[in-house]
């Protein structure tokens, strides 16, 4: 059964940090892009950041560039997934949500659960 499990998310005050995790199991993720999204009330979700396979190449949202970081850890078991988010603002309160697409696909095919944050002015 294939299982992206996020957590780290919590209540943190404006230019604060938090960092979220995104445990991977059920097949082998050591070659899959991984992403992380964000859902905010009301509005649609949008992509973050994602980082290849190996970790080298990374990409971000503007909205966060310069604050988060993404990073992986393939030799974990199960393959886990970071978002080190800095200097957080109220904009960033958001349900973030962890994915992994299989290399060479368009479309992210897993999905977790979604964590909330919550950033306080």
């Known amino acids: 059964q294939v299982q992206l499990v996020e957590s780290g998310g919590g209540l943190v005050q404006a230019g604060g940090s938090l960092r979220l995790s995104c445990a991977a199991s059920?097949?082998?993720?050591?070659?899959?892009?991984m992403g992380w999204f964000r859902q905010a009330p009301g509005k649609e979700r949008e992509f973050v950041a994602a980082s290849d396979w190996s970790g080298a190449s990374t990409r971000y949202a503007d909205s966060v560039k310069g604050r988060f970081i993404i990073s992986r850890d393939n030799a974990r078991n199960p393959v886990t997934v970071y978002l080190q988010m800095n200097s957080l603002k109220p904009e960033d309160t958001a349900v973030y949500y962890c994915?992994?697409?299989?290399?060479?696909?368009?479309?992210?095919?897993?999905w977790g659960q979604g964590t909330q944050v919550t950033v306080s002015s």
């Open positions: 059920g097949r082998t993720f050591s070659y899959d892009v």
């Open positions: 994915a992994a697409k299989r290399i060479g696909t368009a479309d992210y095919q897993y």
